[in-house]
């Protein structure tokens, strides 16, 4: 499961070889960590012609046109500042995020899929309140069962996180693949340890 959930640039060191711009809203935060805020080099210059984002670090590679040479921009920051989302979509991903890509039962990473606490046969309904991120034999062994009496208990109970709490948890699981110019815009705003 390590590389399901990462994005299309991200996935393989050679598809940096795309230049994708990473994406800044004007506070110079990522517009969103999972998935990773990166636009194509043709949007980024689009959006830099249109005067819509100012470039802040670009690559070594040029883009030609007959009358124009252009360095592709890695990072691009908005000019008008973009209100994160408050609500949190309900997703598969965003309950695995929630979760941290372990099944809430043993622990185990990998071969994920999720799973009702209160079973819909008993009248358990599909919210964040209900699901949870479960291992193929965890969730087999559950069954159509309570917890009581699949002899089976939870890490901690489900609930709705909130927008922050996603993008916090994000941040622990950082992309196999980043470009040197991005390092100094991902991780300015996490608090130092001492």
């Given amino acids: ?7 299309e640039f991200v996935r ?4 940096l070889k795309q230049h994708p711009a990473l994406v800044l809203n004007a506070d110079y935060r990522p517009l969103s960590y999972y998935p990773l805020s990166l636009w194509s080099w043709q949007e980024a210059i689009k959006a830099a012609f249109l005067d819509r984002v100012d ?7 040029y883009v030609r046109s007959p009358t124009t040479r252009i360095r592709m921009p890695s990072v691009v920051v908005l000019k008008d500042y973009v209100t994160p989302q408050k609500r949190v979509a309900f997703t598969r991903f965003n309950l695995f995020l929630r979760d941290e890509f372990r099944c809430q ?3 185990a990473k990998g071969d994920l899929t999720f799973d009702h606490v209160v079973p819909r046969a008993s009248g358990g309904i599909t919210s964040w309140e209900n699901v949870v991120a479960a291992c193929s034999p965890c969730n087999l062994k ?4 309570s917890l009581r009496r699949a002899g089976m208990s ?4 489900p609930r709705q996180p909130s927008a922050e709490e996603l993008r916090n948890t994000g941040r ?3 992309p196999n693949h980043l470009h040197a110019s991005w390092m100094d815009f991902l991780y ?7």
């Fill in 172 to 174: 622990k699981f950082p």
């Fill in 12 to 15: 393989e060191p050679g598809a």
């Fill in 1 to 7: 499961m390590d590389g399901d959930f990462r994005t």
């Fill in 154 to 157: 939870l890490f901690r109970p």
């Fill in 188 to 194: 300015w705003d996490a608090e130092l340890e001492a």
């Fill in 105 to 107: 039962y043993c622990g």
């Fill in 142 to 145: 559950k069954g159509s069962k």
């Fill in 55 to 61: 470039i802040v670090a670009e690559y070594d590679e």
